[in-house]
């Protein structure tokens, strides 16, 4: 059973930043990893992905120059610098797996394991 533990969120004025952490139980070399986020009311959307490798990254359009997601394999951890936020970036962001061959995705579907997710909020 995948553990992934994120950590990091918090309350954070617009234009401020945060960086949120996701340690995992297995070897993360071997898998694709994402971030997603889920607003209030809302479906949970993607927000970023890293290939094994960390040498590929793709990123949602509405948070794209402003995210960075970086991994370090050493210590099996994720992480998503998020800066000049917005109050609109407020939702509980999930660390995600993706145990697929292939090219990271931003389908949600596609990752099986999920953390229980860290809370972020940004007040205007």
């Known amino acids: 059973q995948v553990q992934l533990v994120e950590s990091g969120g918090g309350l954070v004025q617009a234009g401020g930043s945060l960086r949120l952490s996701c340690l995992a139980s297995v070897l993360t070399p071997a898998y694709a990893m994402g971030w997603f986020r889920q607003a209030p009311g809302k479906e949970r959307e993607f927000v970023a992905t890293?290939?094994?490798?960390?040498?590929?990254?793709n990123y949602a359009t509405s948070v794209k120059g402003r995210f960075t997601i970086s991994r370090d394999n050493a210590q099996n951890t994720v992480y998503l610098q998020m800066k000049s936020l917005r109050p609109e970036d407020t939702a509980i962001y999930y660390c995600?797996?993706?145990?697929?061959?292939?090219?990271?995705?931003?389908?949600?579907?596609?990752?099986?394991?999920w953390g229980q997710g860290t809370q972020v909020t940004v007040s205007s």
């Open positions: 995600a797996l993706d145990r697929r061959l292939g090219s990271p995705s931003t389908i949600r579907s596609d990752y099986d394991s």
């Open positions: 890293i290939d094994r490798s960390g040498t590929f990254t």
